[in-house]
């Protein structure tokens, strides 16, 4: 069955402490793989995104990512967090080309960072 | 650029009555979606709309309607209303069919049924 499983559900940091944040799915064929962040009472807005090339891919606000295939793995990172990266983290993937746009989400992580 | 739009934010309703939820998109993209989000079980998929004029389960589509009224509206409909669906609900569009072509979401409805 296709499913994205996030490790963490809960994190706490202090400002400046590094981050790393898990995602493993299970997907048949190609995939499309997205962070998305929800900073508290607003929408999902989009972090980044990996659908092929390098397998390091960087999004906003300092974030990045690594598809690592052998693992299924799609981890999130930030060298440094700031109190402003209070949020919930989703990781979501869909298939490749032609595929319907639906998205399997994680079941989240919220992120407290401590000023 | 409004982009994904949808109305009410905010709606108590009591077991049994009936509403409409409205979505529209202004980036002219052919596929809608609806999600609700739950405490611990992320975003899921209550259904969606590949192309105006199609419309298709997702993953929790039980005591939910949708249609889709034309390429900007996607409107989901409880007719009676459950304690079980107090959600937050998210509309969503996309440009489906292209690799990589990521959703852009709305504002979300805080949805309570009491």
């Known amino acids: 069955a296709q499913s994205v499983s996030q490790h963490n559900h809960h994190v706490i940091l202090s400002e400046a402490a590094s981050l790393e944040l898990g995602c493993n799915y299970s997907?048949?064929?190609?995939?499309?793989l997205f962070w998305y962040v929800q900073y508290p009472g607003q929408h999902l807005q989009l972090l980044l995104k990996y659908f092929s090339g390098d397998p390091l891919v960087k999004g906003i606000k300092g974030f990045e990512a690594e598809f690592i295939k052998s693992k299924f793995s799609f981890n999130l990172r930030k060298p440094s967090v700031q109190w402003s990266d209070t949020a919930e983290y989703f990781c979501a993937v869909n298939g490749g080309s032609g595929n319907t746009g639906k998205l399997i989400f994680g079941q989240g992580t919220t992120l407290q960072v401590k000023p | 650029n409004a982009g994904v739009t949808q109305t009410p934010k905010f709606q108590v309703l009591k077991t049994g009555q009936s509403m409409t939820l409205q979505c529209a998109q202004d980036?002219?993209?052919?596929?809608m979606y609806w999600y609700r989000q739950d405490p611990g079980m992320g975003l899921r998929l209550i259904y969606y709309s590949a192309s105006e004029g199609t419309t298709d389960k997702g993953e929790v589509p039980n005591g939910y309607n949708v249609s889709r009224l034309n390429k900007r509206e996607f409107s989901l409909r409880l007719e009676s209303a459950a304690p079980s669906q107090t959600s937050v609900y998210f509309c969503?569009?996309?440009?489906?069919?292209?690799?990589?072509?990521?959703?852009?979401f709305g504002q979300g409805t805080r949805l309570t049924v009491v």
């Open positions: 980036m002219n993209h052919n596929s």
């Open positions: 997907y048949g064929g190609t995939v499309n």
């Open positions: 969503a569009s996309s440009e489906a069919g292209q690799r990589g072509t990521e959703a852009f």
